[in-house]
């Protein structure tokens, strides 16, 4: 794959047909814990066949600590389902989330799916189409959370918790998910918002529309002040199993409930 870089993520080439059928899901959080979300992520991925793309734009897991993680069997469940659909002809993406960065090549291995530490270009005949972005990118603004991922993403840190056993990191886990929580109650909402400034230099540097999720709430507007647009995946509930279905070269179909329905209007934006 060709890289470059926008916003400080590494964005890959991705090669596919005009007309390819491409299924995106973000922000799945999945969990032994919550097994009924994984029931509905089994029904999306069970019915997918033949040369079926499947895009990950990040947080498919609520925590993800290291390939120690995968020696606990509940872990096994999804990258079992992930390398069943790979025998049916499905290419799976998974992209790195804020909670699941640590995912690599022993998941890799497993499940069969491409571990993409970045983004993702999508081209057909040439021209670039769809930019994908996990989106946590897209909020510059958050001076402090884009300080952390840098320090939690260092290679120091990642190897540490490739080595932790499982049950020490989710202890560090669960303290630093606690540390973060206070953090937030004292910054202010907007930064975390999207920033406009991050979709105008998006649109600046490619030109494709741009799909992400993180933020969790569907929306689409348009990207900066080019002719694209960008769109928004909803968080992954077991209720409405929010998703969206893309053949290359057309418009991506927000879909809620196993059916199509219109894309919301714009995200709130912070300047």
Known sequence: ???????????????????????????LHLDPAWPDKTDAFERI??????????IIPGDLFEFWLGRSQLRVDAWQRVPMLLEAASRRGVRSFVLHGNRDFQLGRAFERMS???????????????????????GDELCTNDVA????????????????????????ARGLVARGRNASKTSQKSRDPESMLVSSAALDEVGARIDADL????????????????????????EFEASRCGHARWV??????????????????PLDLSA
């Open 45 to 54: 991925v069970g019915g997918m066949s033949g040369p079926e793309i499947l």
């Open 145 to 168: 959370y884009q300080k952390s991922k840098r320090w939690l993403r260092s290679m120091p840190l990642k190897a540490l918790m490739h080595t932790t056993p499982y049950s020490w």
């Open 1 to 27: 794959m060709r890289t470059r870089s926008i916003l400080g993520t590494r964005i890959h080439d991705l090669d596919l047909a005009l007309g390819a059928r491409v299924t995106f899901v973000s922000d």
């Open 211 to 234: 799909l992400f999720g993180h933020v969790h709430v569907a929306a689409s507007g348009p990207l900066g002040s080019t002719t694209h647009r960008y769109f928004v995946l909803p």
């Open 248 to 265: 290359v070269g057309d418009e991506p179909r927000l879909v809620l409930e196993g059916g199509e329905v219109p894309w919301p209007g």
């Open 112 to 134: 069969r799916a491409q571990v993409v530490r970045g983004g993702l270009l999508v081209r057909a005949e040439g021209r670039p189409r769809m930019v994908v972005m996990h």
